[in-house]
Structure formats: structure tokens, C-alpha cells
T-cell receptor, first 113, second 112 residues
Framework: KNQVEQSPQSLIILEGKNCTLQ??????????LRWYKQDTGRGPVSLTI?????NTKSNGRYTATLDADTKQSSLHITASQLSDSASYIC????????????FGSGTQLTVLP | AAGVIQSPRHLIKEKRETATLKCYPI?????VYWYQQGPGQDPQFLIS???????DKGSIPDRFSAQQFSDYHSELNMSSLELGDSALYFC???????????FGPGTRLLVL
């Protein structure tokens, strides 16, 4: 069964600090991995998308890494801001149709002043 | 930049009523996906359309139906609503089936 596990479930950090979120997956055959940011009650917003051959991808203060051998990904947020408070969801796509998207349960990040 | 538009944003219905949710994809996006997200749960894929044809089907109940129109907007029709249908319904669009999905703000449905 395809699964995506994220850790930690929740994280509280002070503004300006860095943090790293983890994602482990067992989706096969792997197509790509995406990190989404979801504010409460809002639609997920895509941060990065990585394919099998990509190890690192950055989007501003967000840097995602992918290790396809160990099936692990991380999302590093630098110099956190209050607006970074949200749920960060790891979504893995298997080769084939859109039905093959597997969502992680997300990491709830809270940035305090 | 234009985003995915969903209407209405909020909807309150009673049991056994019907509801229609609308989704307007980003211009030039030909693929639309519908997701249901219950409180504290992961989004669950319901159904998708590509070029106005049903592309894939997920956990969509038989009481629900959907279609994509000639202008690429999509509607999710929900009948015989149940309390358990209360959820956030997201629509996403992409320029092709394998591309990144861009999510709309969602429609929050409350069934009383």
C-alpha cells in the first residue's frame, strides 16, 4: 500500500529560526514528490516538485531535498516568518493517473514572535 | 496571476438535500481534480477530468456526479446529502494530467 509519513506532526519555532520537516514514502512506482503549504481552511499551495533525478530544489526560503534511494524527503525553511505558520503536506505521485497521489498527514508549523 | 476559483465558498444544506459546487480552472488548464477533505483528514481524491472527459475516479460516492464543460469549468453535484458529507471540497487544475496541481480555496460544505 502506498504511504506517506511525515514528521514531526507539529512544530513550534521562534520567528527567524530555521526548521526541517521530514517525509518518508513507500509509493511505487515513484513519479514525483511535492511539498504543499496549506493555511487553515485554504487550498494547498505548491512549494516544490521534485522528480526522481532531482536531489535539491529551492523556492525562496524553502529548500526541498529528495533521496530516492532511501525514499526520504525534507523541507527546510530558513529565517522563518510568522506567515510560515501553516500545515506543510508532502504529496507523492506514482506513475500513472492522478488517482495515484498519496498525501501525507502534514506537519503543523507554528511560528511564534 | 489567475488562480482556481471555486464557488460558493461556504454552503449549508440539510440532510437529503442536493448541492452543486463549481470550479473554474486557471486559464489554459485542461485538467480538473476534485478532492474532499474532512476535518483533520488528508484530502481524498474524488474524480478528475481531462479535456472534458472523465480521466480518473477515486472515492467518489455514487450519490455524487461531476462533469467538465466546454469552457473547462467543472461542477460537482451532490445528492441525498448526509451528515458525513460535511467537509472542505477542493478543486485543483493543471495544464495536463501529469503536471503540478494548483488548488482552489475550497468550498466548505456543512450538512445539518
Amino acid at each position: 500500500k502506498n504511504q506517506v509519513e511525515q514528521s514531526p506532526q507539529s512544530l513550534i519555532i521562534l520567528e527567524g529560526k530555521n526548521c526541517t520537516l521530514q517525509c518518508n514514502y513507500t509509493v511505487s512506482p515513484f513519479s514525483n514528490l511535492r511539498w504543499y503549504k496549506q493555511d487553515t481552511g485554504r487550498g494547498p499551495v505548491s512549494l516544490t516538485i521534485m522528480t526522481f533525478s532531482e536531489n535539491t530544489k529551492s523556492n525562496g526560503r524553502y529548500t526541498a531535498t529528495l533521496d530516492a534511494d532511501t525514499k526520504q524527503s525534507s523541507l527546510h525553511i530558513t529565517a522563518s516568518q510568522l506567515s510560515d505558520s501553516a500545515s506543510y503536506i508532502c504529496v507523492v505521485s506514482a506513475l500513472g493517473s492522478a488517482r495515484q497521489l498519496t498525501f501525507g498527514s502534514g506537519t503543523q508549523l507554528t511560528v511564534l514572535p | 496571476a489567475a488562480g482556481v476559483i471555486q464557488s460558493p465558498r461556504h454552503l449549508i444544506k440539510e440532510k437529503r438535500e442536493t448541492a452543486t459546487l463549481k470550479c473554474y480552472p486557471i486559464p489554459r488548464h485542461d485538467t480538473v481534480y476534485w478532492y474532499q477533505q474532512g476535518p483533520g483528514q488528508d484530502p481524498q481524491f474524488l474524480i478528475s477530468f481531462y479535456e472534458k472527459m472523465q480521466s480518473d475516479k477515486g472515492s467518489i460516492p455514487d450519490r455524487f456526479s461531476a462533469q467538465q464543460f466546454s469552457d473547462y469549468h467543472s461542477e460537482l453535484n451532490m445528492s441525498s446529502l448526509e451528515l458525513g458529507d460535511s467537509a472542505l471540497y477542493f478543486c485543483a487544475s493543471s495544464p495536463g494530467r501529469a503536471e503540478t496541481q494548483y488548488f482552489g480555496p475550497g468550498t466548505r460544505l456543512l450538512v445539518l
